[in-house]
């Protein structure tokens, strides 16, 4: 009877939370395994993005901040999270949302709903950009012109460079993002495989952008994914959680398959290989390339264009998949000189008129 009856107190002790020790566990944390409770997660989650703020300098009183929101799940926990924390942390600064109209019919209208909402939840003013008011196209254009296969390539860069472009008006001093510790990893192994040396040495970095036009910054750099989303879950966050239509087939999406796989086996994984992209040693005799501005658009570019004006060329042309993929070395010279005669020279990209 005695060993009976150990056996059911072993049990139930469990399923208290291993934190505070009182509270009936609600969940298993993915990155530490831990039985805990709500209250507690809730505690150590803001805790940890608190800690990730304060050691890495990320912020200083007074900042005008752009939180880059989608709709999504990590979008919407960090700028809720982050209000909460500036409010209780008396971080001292000045707020906002961004948001990227890519023009995607039936994923990105509807989640721009859920940040329009969110603007309201949050008491956070809201900013849109278009790939139309930027660019001239929308999403549904291109992937029209340039089908499935490359269309990620073009949303990238556009979305990349209308971020910079929308907090420049807005006149914001950091950009945060919701890349989580996934995200990372996978950016990590991607960089590997695709031999980008030059990408790998900075890829870790938790600021970028330093020497661009608007620093951006990963709160989210060392939180797990399934955490954001059991922290929305129980917060009752208002989120959008559809998959963009066009991405089924990314490249990432392997990369993110096999990162879940490796965490099953050992969810310590995903932090490992984080650590070890930082630690990295990059050899002296490679040849980082060198910012300057791009001639067309004056956007912050390694080329005489930037990888924008040159895809935006291209479409505008009739030649979508000009500009994707590598340096195409000797034809530089002849593009460059056609770019001379084209009507499209008149028109930049990132013409933002606000």
Known sequence: MEGS?????RRGAGRVCSICNERKAALKRPKTLEQICRECFYTVFEDEIHRTIVDNHLFKPGERVAIGASGGKDSTVLAYVLSELNRRHNYGLDLFLLSVDEGITGYRDDSLETVKRNEIQYGLPLKI??????????????????????NCTFCGVFRRQALDRGAAVMKAEKLVTGHNADDMAETIL????RGDIARLSRCTFITTGEDGPIPRCKPFKYTYEKE?????????????????????NAYRGFAREFIKDLERIRPRAILDIIRSGENFRISSSTKMPEQGTCERCGYIS??????????????NRGLPKQGIGRSRGRNNAKDEEHNKDSSFQ?????????
């Not at 991607?190 to 495989?193: A, K, T």
């Not at 930037?306 to 291209?314: P, Q, R, T, W």
């Not at 008149?346 to 606000?354: H, Q």
């Open 190 to 193: 991607l960089n590997i495989l």
């Open 228 to 248: 954001i989303v059991m922290y929305a879950y129980f917060k009752k966050l208002d989120y959008f959680s559809t998959e963009c239509i066009y991405s089924p």
């Open 5 to 9: 009856d150990g056996k059911k107190s």
């Open 129 to 150: 950009v278009s790939y139309k008011t930027l660019y001239g196209w929308t999403m549904d254009e291109i992937v029209k012109a340039i089908g499935l296969k490359n």
């Open 346 to 354: 008149s028109k930049p990209c990132g013409a933002l008129d606000v």
């Open 302 to 315: 390694s080329q005489k264009l930037c990888k924008a004006c040159v895809l935006l060329d291209g479409l």
